[in-house]
């Protein structure tokens, strides 16, 4: 990935965390040029967190931002400053010609499209779950428009249960993949009550769940330090909304679930001795405080076996071998897959060190190809 200034003249970029210089793609119409990626791989290369988005929804996020009848929310604040980056737009939202281009150039045979965060979570309430079927309906057309190179999540706004609910059964119909939630909304998750029936339909329309990070709620201390995308604020909420599920007991409740988290697991894996020793903790607060029963609910498993059994994680900006193999080995090859984070983070000397990794044939191909299509029900 090359770093550089962009069209603003600036070197500092989106909150001093992407460093991409989008403005040589958009004067060349590619990617940069290809580095040593192996052209004849035993594998099909399928990333699965490539973000994009549609012209309304942006409007619809800038417009709500501006309005001065939008509370106080980073994650709007975040979507207005995406939308003043033309070239990142460009690239965002197109899924045709230009993309496809960039993954030649990258070797990266399908992508898994993510409505890029914030999504439609953060616009005017009311308008969300209209913006979630339009785009819904876009990245269904464009995967009929290329089907061996594109599959997709499905997104959905929260705040709306029942129309996020009939809006998923509505997706799994269409054929999308799974379906994707740009983490909390205002500060709430997933794993308070009133918003398990989303994580039902989930379950019943065997949907796995993408959560992507979005900007932190009450962020400010993160932004004062330099923290408020990836290098923390981002990975803390995704943190915070997996937590939640596991120790709310929604897995106990909807065993057959499946969620998925980036970026390697948001370092979760490293944590899971500790979350097990630890689990006492929440275990006695938790549940009461979500339910507002007082009732002590205590999980039926160790936090650990929810990892190896419910979630699966990607490599998503992290082309790093000792983490990728470790969390092979504490999760399980079969829960490890491969991702890039186009437009965000993008390199061809990456996707050369995932050909040259020291793992088997058989894992390297359930990391690259095979993990993809069984959690997200790609074909062909």
């Known amino acids: ?46 990333a699965c967190e490539e973000a994009w988005t549609f012209p309304d929804l942006v409007k619809a996020q800038v417009a709500y931002c501006e309005s001065g009848a939008a509370p106080d929310d980073d994650s709007l604040k975040m979507a207005r400053m995406f939308a003043n980056m033309p070239s990142l737009q ?15 150039e990258l070797g990266i045979d399908r992508q898994l499209l993510l409505l890029t965060a914030p999504g439609v979570q953060v616009v005017k ?43 998923l059964e509505r997706a799994a119909k269409l054929g999308l993949n799974g379906a994707v939630l740009n983490s ?10 009133e918003f398990w029936p989303i994580l039902e339909a ?26 408020f995308g990836a290098l923390g604020g981002f990975p803390h909420d995704v943190w915070l909304h997996t937590m939640g599920l596991i120790m709310s007991g ?35 607060r938790a549940r009461p405080a979500l339910f507002g029963d007082g009732e002590i609910r205590r999980l039926k498993h160790p936090a650990s076996y929810y990892f190896r059994t419910n979630i699966w994680i990607t490599t998503s900006g992290v082309g790093w071998e000792p983490a990728i193999r470790f969390c092979q080995e504490v999760l399980g ?33 359930l990391l690259m190809e095979d993990n993809a299509r069984t959690v997200f029900r790609i074909r062909g």
């Open 1 to 46: 990935m090359t770093s550089g200034k962009l069209e603003d003249g600036s070197e500092k970029g989106l909150k001093g965390h992407f460093r991409e210089d989008f403005s040589h793609r958009a004067r060349t119409g590619l990617a940069p040029r290809a580095g040593h990626v192996l052209r004849d791989a035993p594998y099909k290369r399928i």
């Open 90 to 104: 460009e690239m965002l939202q197109d899924l045709g010609d230009l993309r496809i281009a960039h993954m030649d």
């Open 125 to 167: 309430p009311g308008d969300g779950t209209a913006l979630a079927i339009q785009a819904n309906d876009i990245a269904a057309e464009a995967c009929r428009n290329h089907p061996t190179r594109f599959s997709a999540c499905a997104a959905f706004d929260p705040r709306d249960v029942a129309g996020s609910v009939k809006e």
């Open 184 to 193: 909390h909304w205002q500060g709430h998750y997933l794993d308070e009550p």
């Open 202 to 227: 989930l379950e019943a329309n065997g949907l796995a769940l993408y959560i992507h990070p979005t900007a932190p709620f009450n962020g400010a201390h993160y932004e004062k330090r330099g923290f």
């Open 250 to 284: 929604a897995f106990d409740r909807f065993p057959r679930l499946r969620l998925v988290i980036g970026h390697m697991g948001e370092c979760m894996p490293l944590h899971l001795y500790r979350f097990d020793w630890m689990q006492g903790n929440a275990d006695g």
């Open 333 to 365: 090859p079969e829960r490890v897959l491969y991702a890039m984070d186009y437009p965000y983070q993008q390199s061809y000397d990456e996707v050369a060190v995932y050909d040259r990794m020291a793992i088997s044939d058989k894992d390297k191909k």
